[in-house]
């Protein structure tokens, strides 16, 4: 997850490189949550058929050979087909590891989704920032560069470490699976947290897309200073996961989602009126409450999708939300080239007041 957020950081290196406008550039991100989104579902078939480790560790030796077609690319077209590849590959990686926390830690499948995502926000705080250092200071190459070793790594430790026991029986392929699958996911609990989850997924796309451009370009902040706030929106994702993990396995998903709802929408609105590094601090860190949503509802959604059906069914929520979700940059880099950058954050700031509207309506586990 760190990796995909080193795009965002790159992206004026890369408007420059291939001669990019905004709503280009916001299509180039589109692109990477649009490959992202749609092999989900491949990738939680997988998870039900061959094991999770399997699966992991083919998506990280896929990333790191898909991020040295982004390097080497040439063409604006071969980097949009490179970056496609390379959402693809990360995909893969996404439903094999909720569902083995599932298998390994039902008890308490809130904490341990909060601690794991923490993990993947410590990543999004300092590989982007670091990517962004080595982009200003040598060429933007090896901001993508310096994460293939990375994914080698990471890949040959999950080898050794995730169990190799696949704890789910084997799906029979056929219309009658499909029918099952399709009964489960149209329950309206499931449902009701899918769309929770699509339009979390379309505020943190468009905001993560486009917040070091707009610090940059509205708000006058240096490119240093810019990944700067981007990493600490992050970091402090590690301590706000678990946290709203926790809070689901105490109180359950309506009340911890409507308090992470409230904060982040009002900080979004606050957004375009703030001006000066410090209050931007301070905005940006009442943002970062935005991240205990996915936290909060995966593990509804884990937790109400039988065992049996877990990878697939999980699959169809995540393709069908991060498909909703992967919309929204292209819309908000059309907004900036017309000048509407503070409009389209107040158009966040609604969904997020839909996202606490819906929440309200959600049966409470």
Do not use: H
């Amino acid at each position: 997850m760190g990796a995909r957020m080193v795009y965002p950081v790159l992206l004026p290196s890369l408007r420059e490189a291939y001669d990019l406008d905004l709503t280009t550039a916001g299509l180039l991100v589109t692109v990477l949550f649009l490959a992202y989104a749609i092999c989900q579902l491949p990738g939680g078939m997988l998870a039900d058929r061959v094991g999770e480790r399997r699966t992991l560790v083919a998506s990280t030796f896929l990333a790191a050979g898909m991020l040295v077609l982004v390097i080497t690319a040439r063409s604006a077209i071969v980097l949009f087909g490179a970056t496609a590849l390379f959402g693809a590959a990360i995909a893969l990686y996404a439903v094999s590891r909720y569902t083995v926390l599932s298998s390994l830690y039902s008890d308490q499948l809130g904490t341990a989704n909060g601690v794991t995502a923490a993990s993947a926000d410590a990543g999004q705080s300092v590989l982007p920032p670091l990517a962004g250092i080595l982009g200003a200071s040598v060429a933007w190459q090896l901001g993508f560069g310096y994460l293939v070793p990375v994914f080698l790594g990471v890949g040959i430790a999950v080898l050794v470490v995730v169990p190799s026991a696949d704890n789910r029986p084997e799906q029979e392929s056929g219309g009658d699976s499909w029918s099952t699958v399709l009964e489960v996911v149209r329950r309206p609990a499931v449902v009701q947290g899918t769309a929770i989850y699509a339009l979390g997924l379309c505020i943190w796309q468009a905001f993560t897309g486009f917040y070091p451009t707009y610090l940059i370009e509205i708000k006058g902040l240096s490119s240093t200073l810019a990944s700067g706030l981007f990493g600490l929106f992050f970091v402090l994702g590690i301590a706000i996961k678990p946290v709203a993990g926790g809070a689901y396995d105490r109180v359950g998903a309506r009340r911890s989602l409507l308090v992470v709802g409230l904060v982040s929408g009002a900080a979004l609105a606050a957004l375009p009126s703030v001006e000066g590094f410090w209050p931007l601090v301070i905005v940006t860190a009442l943002i970062s409450a935005l991240l205990g949503v996915s936290t909060i509802v995966e593990a509804f959604l884990l937790t109400i999708i039988p065992d049996r059906l877990q990878g697939t069914g999980f699959g169809v929520v995540r393709t069908t939300a991060f498909l909703i979700g992967a919309l929204s940059p292209v819309a908000f880099g059309a907004a900036g080239d017309r000048g509407l950058f503070d409009e389209a954050f107040l158009a966040l700031a609604a969904v997020a007041g839909i996202v606490v509207l819906v929440t309200l309506c959600l049966a409470d586990d």
